[in-house]
């Protein structure tokens, strides 16, 4: 047994549905969880960025006893994951493979759709996990870079006419297409999941990327003996690089409990 944390991080609040997935999934364990939320989003920026952004993100939460890393973010586990993982000498769980699993699980005739961040998309990742996979699966990625600004500004919501005219935009090809499953490879997406829903109909399955690796640092703790213990109640902390009160309010709501003047600001650039 190993009572030592999980650190999680994210760009900003999308990480989130990440820790919501742990805490259903991993209850007794100990999260420390930061957002890069001065320099959100990464999707948009250079390969060579968001690794050097990422290297920061990680040196940071090292600074604390870790057991594992949870990477909850799309965009660097599909452009930074096998360097990261080649930096470190702990365990590291990305969202590409264990979504990717769950995708082949679900579609029935074989046609998956993505849709990401513009750096996830232009990575492959995803379709090359797919097709190492199965390689006669049909994979068809769209970007869709309005999503986490629209996210992080609280529009997510059913009903809100910008995010819906924007999904069914982004969403329309996929559809025409005829994909059954549709990857969701950003973890602020999840948060759309009512809209993207509603957009796609029942004959649409969503396979949601945070949850899924949650599901994957389960079985490698599990593997490698450093669950923490059963009768433990783990315990998280939050840290982020810009202000936290912007960031207490929104995540309050993504969580479903209240944990003003829980988080905490750090200078990321020290690290």
């Known amino acids: 047994m190993d009572t030592r944390p999980i650190g999680v991080f994210d760009t900003g609040l999308g990480g989130l549905t990440a820790v919501r997935a742990l805490r259903r999934i991993l209850p007794e364990e100990d999260l420390v969880y930061?957002?890069?939320?001065?320099?959100?989003?990464?999707?948009?920026?250079?390969?060579?960025?968001?690794?050097?952004?990422?290297?920061?993100?990680?040196?940071?939460?090292?600074?604390?006893?870790?057991?594992?890393?949870?990477?909850?973010?799309?965009?660097?586990?599909?452009?930074?994951?096998?360097?990261?993982?080649?930096?470190?000498?702990?365990?590291?769980?990305?969202?590409?493979?264990?979504?990717?699993?769950?995708?082949?699980?679900?579609?029935?005739?074989?046609?998956?759709?993505?849709?990401?961040?513009?750096?996830?998309?232009?990575?492959?990742?995803?379709?090359?996990?797919?097709?190492?996979?199965d390689p006669g699966m049909e994979v068809l990625c769209q970007p869709c870079p309005l999503f986490v600004p629209l996210v992080e500004n609280g529009r997510f919501r059913p009903g809100d006419v910008v995010i819906e005219t924007v999904a069914r935009e982004y969403l329309a090809p996929l559809l025409d297409w005829g994909m059954d499953a549709l990857i969701l490879g950003c973890t602020h997406y999840p948060l759309l999941e009512e809209v993207i829903s509603a957009v796609c109909g029942p004959g649409v399955t969503l396979v949601s990327a945070g949850e899924e690796s949650a599901f994957e640092l389960k079985r490698l703790l599990t593997a490698r003996e450093l669950r923490a213990p059963a009768d433990s109640h783990g315990r998280a902390e939050f840290y982020v690089s810009d202000r936290s009160e912007d960031f207490e309010g929104a995540a309050s709501l993504f969580l479903q409990e209240d944990i003003h003047h829980m988080a905490r600001r750090i200078d990321i650039d020290q690290y």
């Open 34 to 133: 930061f957002g890069d939320t001065a320099r959100v989003p990464y999707g948009s920026r250079s390969r060579e960025t968001i690794l050097r952004y990422a290297q920061q993100d990680l040196r940071f939460l090292r600074s604390f006893d870790l057991k594992a890393v949870l990477i909850a973010c799309g965009t660097v586990s599909t452009t930074s994951l096998d360097v990261l993982q080649a930096e470190n000498d702990l365990p590291i769980v990305g969202v590409v493979e264990p979504t990717c699993r769950r995708a082949l699980a679900v579609t029935q005739n074989r046609r998956v759709g993505m849709i990401a961040t513009l750096a996830s998309v232009r990575s492959g990742a995803y379709e090359a996990a797919l097709r190492r996979l």
